[in-house]
Nanobody
Framework: VQLQASGGGLVQAGGSLRLSCETS????????MGWYRQAPGKQRELVAS???????TYADSVKGRFSISRDNVKNTVYLQMNSLKPEDTAKYYC???????????????WGQGTQVTVSS
């Protein structure tokens, strides 16, 4: 299983970026997909997640500014980030859960991370 994240970069405050995470090698159905971030000296935190039924969850700090979506044909999850702030600066990681219904096991996979830097 591989998760390839892309779309990070350097942007000025108020700008926008769109992150993508393409998955490959999945054998079973993909359950939830999400984005986490980790700033230096801080714990990794959930930014947004989207279920197989496309229900979404957002961290309070990004509500109204970020939007998560998924393409189930391409097995890709996206994060549209608008009105970026310097405090959004972090390494962003995609997370995908794969569900093996035969044995009722949930597998958890992580991408390599993509850096987002927002300058003031």
């Amino acid at each position: 299983v591989q998760l390839q994240a892309s779309g990070g970069g350097l942007v000025q405050a108020g700008g926008s970026l769109r992150l993508s995470c393409e998955t490959s090698g999945m054998t079973f159905s993909i359950n939830a997909m999400g984005w986490y971030r980790q700033a230096p000296g801080k714990q990794r935190e959930l930014v947004a997640s989207i279920s197989s039924g496309e229900g979404t969850t957002y961290a309070d700090s990004v509500k109204g500014r970020f939007s998560i979506s998924r393409d189930n044909v391409k097995n890709t999850v996206y994060l549209q980030m608008n009105s970026l702030k310097p405090e959004d600066t972090a390494k962003y990681y995609c997370n995908v859960q794969e569900w093996d219904a035969r044995i009722e096991v949930l597998y958890d996979y992580w991408g390599q991370g993509t850096q987002v830097t927002v300058s003031s």
